[in-house]
């Protein structure tokens, strides 16, 4: 379920959500930080300065910790929060640079004690592990645009546009070349908690890439075909649901690990950047020069379905359909008293979630809430 949340426009990618979905962070290029406390419903911002060009986010898997970077042509600038985008202090304790900064992209630990920044202009990457009191510089040159860590921050991954795909395993002192075209244009990479799952996306009518030995090899998934525009990636802890943009307004969805995939939604053109919740059930995301939003990703299981139809005991789970992931259809292939088979249940559900727990607006002719049979799973 796709609901726009508000925003003033200049967004890119800079977006990020807490592990369990009720913190989201924004930034966009008028110097503001944008933060929910309460998985989106409400947002309050924080203004840092006068048309700071902000380009990346990320947070503490608690939300307190959020580091916000900007690039600009005069010099990008880092900010770092230790209260949940309440107020930032700019850092100031980076080693000397070889250009003008310009900071592109940047992730953390869960912990927010390990933080990696890339200044894509002058190709280096910079290392806190003692959130951003001091800082080292890696060892060469890169020149990522985008970076993603697994949850403690030691591993990181990077890509090149264009160019190739990195890893490093020492919180990016050094970097270790993982693919051979350099001609490939990459734009989203997202990583699995422990760094093993990994998913980027080339650009120029080119594919989604999946690697589960931690970037070791990659295979291309044709399933999604190809894209002029794969322009952001979001992924669960355990790498199980995978979420990938297209620019022409379509998310893919995989729920297996990247085994199988459903693309979804028309409202997503112009998606930049994407972030979720441990489970991928909540996306938050920007669009280019414009809102940010949140999806909602619901596959439900029924439970506690007993004696409600002649003591009859009726499986559930045949009903839904969620290979669209928000939407309950199909048919009800059961005998039960008062259903004919085959009837679209699509029609009578109405779910919502708020992060956790769907409720819906139907009752038997007891008076049983069935919102109270449903969970997500």
Request: net charge positive.
């Amino acid at each position: 379920m796709y609901t726009d949340r508000g925003g003033n426009g200049g967004f890119a990618n800079a977006c990020a959500c807490s592990l369990d979905g009720t913190s989201l962070f924004a930034a966009n290029s008028f110097g503001q930080v944008f933060y929910s406390r309460d998985s989106g419903a409400t947002f309050n911002q924080t203004q840092i300065g006068v048309n700071y060009q902000f380009q990346c986010i990320a947070c503490s898997s608690n939300g307190n910790i959020v580091i916000v970077g900007e690039k600009n042509s005069s010099g990008g600038r880092v900010f770092i929060s230790t209260n949940g985008a309440s107020s930032f202090s700019q850092v100031t304790t980076f080693p000397s640079f070889s250009a003008t900064p310009n900071w592109w992209s940047l992730c953390c630990s869960d912990n927010g004690t390990s933080i990696t920044v890339s200044d894509y202009f002058g190709g280096y990457t910079y290392t806190s592990t003692n959130t951003g009191s001091t800082w080292t510089k890696s060892s060469v040159a890169r020149t990522l645009y985008r970076v993603a860590c697994n949850s403690d921050g030691t591993i990181v991954v990077g890509i090149q546009n264009p160019g190739y795909i990195h890893r490093s395993t020492n919180s990016g002192y050094t970097w270790t070349q993982l693919t051979s075209d350099a001609s490939r244009y990459w734009w989203p990479i997202s990583s699995s908690s422990d760094g093993s799952v990994l998913v980027a996306a080339a650009q120029n009518m080119d594919y989604i890439y999946l690697s589960k030995n931690s970037g070791a090899t990659w295979t291309a998934i044709t399933s999604a075909g190809t894209s002029g525009g794969w322009t952001a990636a979001a992924m669960s802890s355990n790498g199980n649901r995978i979420v990938v943009n297209d620019r022409s307004g379509y998310l893919w969805l995989s729920t297996n690990g990247g085994t199988t995939w459903t693309s979804f939604g028309t409202s997503n053109s112009g998606v930049y950047g994407m972030s979720c919740d441990s489970k991928c059930r909540l996306l938050f995301g920007t669009k280019f020069n414009y809102k940010f939003f949140t999806y909602t990703l619901m596959n439900i299981k029924a439970i506690g379905y007993t004696a409600l139809y002649n003591s009859a005991t009726v499986d559930l789970t045949k009903i839904f359909d969620n290979t669209n992931p928000g939407n309950q259809t199909t048919g009800f292939l059961t005998s039960a008293t008062g259903y004919t088979a085959s009837t679209d249940l699509g029609k009578i559900f109405t779910p919502y979630a708020n992060g956790t727990k769907i409720t819906v607006g139907y009752k038997t002719g007891a008076g049983t809430d069935l919102g109270e049979l449903f969970q997500l799973i």
